[in-house]
């Protein structure tokens, strides 16, 4: 297993932009597939974006189509989220998860075998 530290969670107005950081540890890390999911309080966690071992991408849920991308850089062990046009029910933890190496795409949350501590995102209206 990894293990993981998020970044760069924060406050922001909406319209604006945020860019989360996953740092994960050892060596093999090119060879886990990775995603971000999040949960709002009072709901349960929900798949936000994935990219595979292999550097391809999951569909992203309605939800963040076309606002959110998912990328990794291997030579540093993270993983980033670039979230833009962010909306007030974005608001959330957002976690970083890892799936099992060379896995499948951490698309649900039976999918993970690890997870960051999570980090919170505040979008006000």
């Known amino acids: 297993q990894v293990q993981l530290v998020e970044s760069g969670g924060g406050l922001v107005q909406a319209g604006g932009s945020l860019r989360l950081s996953c740092a994960a540890s050892?060596?093999?890390?090119?060879?886990?597939?990775m995603g971000w999911f999040r949960q709002a309080p009072g709901k349960e966690r929900e798949f936000v974006a994935a990219?595979?071992?292999?550097?391809?991408?999951?569909p992203y849920p309605n939800s963040v189509k076309g606002r959110f991308t998912i990328s990794r850089d291997n030579a540093k062990n993270t993983v980033y989220l670039q979230m833009n046009s962010l909306k007030p029910e974005d608001t959330a933890v957002y976690y970083c998860?890892?799936?099992?190496?060379?896995?499948?795409?951490?698309?649900?949350?039976?999918?993970?075998?690890?997870w960051g501590q999570g980090t919170q995102v505040t979008v006000s209206s």
């Open positions: 998860a890892a799936g099992r190496r060379y896995g499948s795409n951490c698309v649900s949350v039976e999918l993970v075998a690890s």
């Open positions: 990219i595979h071992w292999s550097g391809g991408s999951t």
């Open positions: 050892g060596r093999t890390f090119s060879s886990y597939p």
